[in-house]
């Protein structure tokens, strides 16, 4: 059993701060990339960062400079911090991970429940 648990989404102001965090667990033998995806009320699911293992990140062009993705691979968590937001940010923010399980090895994507990020104006 893998699960992805996302904590810390919530109400915010615009210009506004949040750290959102995506911890993973279960019978791991390695995480991979690992990603921050949003979907809006009536809009597609959208990727927002990803993070490699080697720690290389890349951003969509609306977030770019206001957030960033970082991972700690002791505790198998990874975190988006927020700043500077908007109240276009506002959607559920899902964590993403590609993870290799003990048994069988291999590598599968797996994602979380989504925590509520909404920024008002």
């Known amino acids: 059993q893998v699960q992805l648990v996302e904590s810390g989404g919530g109400l915010v102001q615009a210009g506004g701060s949040l750290r959102v965090s995506c911890a993973a667990s279960?019978?791991?033998?390695?995480?991979?990339?690992m990603a921050w995806y949003r979907q809006a009320p009536g809009k597609q699911r959208e990727l927002v960062a990803i993070?490699?293992?080697?720690?290389?990140?890349n951003y969509a062009d609306s977030v770019k400079g206001r957030f960033t993705i970082s991972r700690d691979n002791a505790k198998k968590t990874a975190y988006l911090q927020m700043n500077s937001l908007k109240p276009e940010d506002t959607a559920v923010y899902y964590c993403?991970?590609?993870?290799?399980?003990?048994?069988?090895?291999?590598?599968?994507?797996?994602w979380g429940q989504g925590t509520q990020v909404t920024v008002s104006s």
């Open positions: 993403n991970a590609k993870i290799q399980i003990v048994f069988p090895l291999r590598e599968r994507d797996y």
């Open positions: 279960g019978s791991i033998f390695k995480i991979n990339d």
């Open positions: 993070i490699t293992s080697g720690g290389s990140t």
